[in-house]
């Protein structure tokens, strides 16, 4: 693939119905509880991106055989510690935080110390939150001062059933623990600020013993250990967050109507849907079902000429840290001054977003304020770029780089951006899907 990419596009239309790729989130930990369950698990429309490749590498490292017929994938578990520990493993985890994260929780009885490595980007970001809660569980580290990668685990034979007060809101610290408890006798108990709850469905999905008493602020999770569990049958659902990149592109297209099949419509994914049509978009959810512990719908969406400022409160903004960027374009497009706030983890993301998103408006032409958590955005109704607009590499942020894809799209001029091939790591099908809706690109 050529290392950058050439966008020169005039005012596009479509009317088009699309599958977006598989859920990410869900696909790392499907393939984390296969790997724990016993016998043959079947998974469907699995996310066959980067970040998947990399950690199903990891998983055949620990001795789970898997493998792949086109957008299945089947997991040999070997029950919960099936893992075979020997010496000297060293895990990838590429540019997946999730997945770093995630199976450390998993790793907390290795008797030999287990290296595990990432990306540039990846290793530049916190681990000091899961690695707390994990030596509290009994797991040992052996970590650089800024506790970030590369480090060791080592586990205990004994793993201690905790309690846990997650305070970040964070879906990777608290799943960490849950995955850790599935190692751990009696009982864990943790008490977390609302986020992301696919750990907690597909436990229930899969009757591993878990009790959640959900408060307006916190949930609180008991989960009994070392309670063995079969392999399962699950079918993955669309990802909403690669489906906002392809809602803000028709938004703010002419005369152009998407309609996605079959996308995760889990509560704590959709605050981006929300917010859109708060600011004047109109994104409806059609054939709504639940199945394998989610909620899954079709989304339409239509072209919006009249867009609305937002003043974006923190409790809106509460669920979708990953869909900022693009939503950062809606408002360059908006009347009005919108308003962001609550982003201090945009900047630990795979690279410093909140700051990358305001040099990107700024190029554009679009007036910004920015303080280190919060961005004003001074919206533009009837802008039309005609100027040509470089974006350099930023560390291979996937959503940087699909973010200003969007924006070549939609806003004209001639666009040249770097770091081509960083969507694979979350969403392979992105320029396949752009050409289809008839958006034309040069690979250079």
Aim: charged share 25%.
């Amino acid at each position: 693939m050529g290392k950058k990419l050439f966008i020169n596009n005039k005012n596009n239309s479509f009317k088009k119905t699309v599958s977006i790729d598989g859920d990410k989130s869900i696909s790392i930990r499907t393939l984390l509880l296969g790997s724990q369950a016993y016998g043959k698990t079947s998974i469907e429309n699995i996310l066959l991106s980067e970040d998947i490749i990399n950690a199903i590498k990891c998983l055949k490292k620990l001795g789970i055989r898997i493998s792949l017929d086109k957008n299945k994938c089947y997991v040999y578990g070997q029950g919960i510690n099936g893992f075979k520990f020997k010496k000297d493993i060293v895990l990838n985890a590429g540019n997946s935080g999730t997945f770093a994260r995630l199976i450390l929780g998993l790793l907390v009885k290795s008797p030999n110390y287990i290296k595990l490595t990432g990306d540039k980007s990846l290793s530049k970001r916190d681990f000091e939150r899961v690695i707390s809660p994990l030596q509290k569980v009994g797991a040992n580290f052996i970590v650089n001062n800024k506790k970030t990668l590369p480090l060791k685990i080592k586990g205990s034979n004994f793993v201690n059933p905790i309690h846990y007060i997650e305070k970040r809101g964070s879906a990777q610290c608290k799943s960490t623990v849950m995955l850790a408890a599935l190692n751990s006798p009696g009982k864990t108990i943790i008490k977390a600020k609302k986020s992301r709850d696919h750990t907690e469905n597909i436990f229930k999905y899969l009757r591993i013993p878990i009790f959640i008493k959900k408060k307006k602020l916190t949930d609180e999770i008991v989960i009994k250990g070392q309670k063995s569990f079969k392999a399962f049958k699950y079918k993955i659902p669309s990802d909403p967050s690669s489906c906002a990149f392809f809602i803000v592109l028709t938004l703010l297209s002419k005369n152009s109507e998407l309609k996605i099949k079959n996308v995760n419509i889990n509560e704590s994914r959709i605050g981006f849907i929300k917010i859109l049509n708060k600011m004047g978009a109109k994104i409806k959810m059609i054939n709504i079902k639940k199945k394998f512990g989610e909620k899954q719908a079709d989304i339409y969406v239509k072209s919006q000429s009249k867009l609305k400022k937002i003043n974006c409160s923190p409790e809106l903004a509460s669920n979708l840290i990953d869909e900022f960027l693009i939503i950062f374009l809606v408002a360059a497009r908006a009347r009005g001054v919108s308003s962001f706030f609550n982003l201090e983890e945009l900047n630990k993301k795979e690279s410093p977003r909140l700051k990358i998103g305001s040099k990107l408006l700024i190029k554009m032409g679009i007036k910004n304020k920015m303080t280190k958590n919060s961005i004003k955005i001074f919206g533009n109704p009837n802008i039309h770029l005609k100027k040509n607009i470089r974006m350099g590499k930023y560390l291979k942020d996937h959503r940087v780089f699909m973010t200003s894809v969007i924006a070549a799209c939609t806003f004209g001029g001639s666009w040249t951006i770097e770091d081509p091939s960083s969507y694979k790591s979350s969403f392979p099908s992105f320029l396949k899907i752009l050409k289809k809706l008839g958006y034309k690109f040069k690979l250079i």
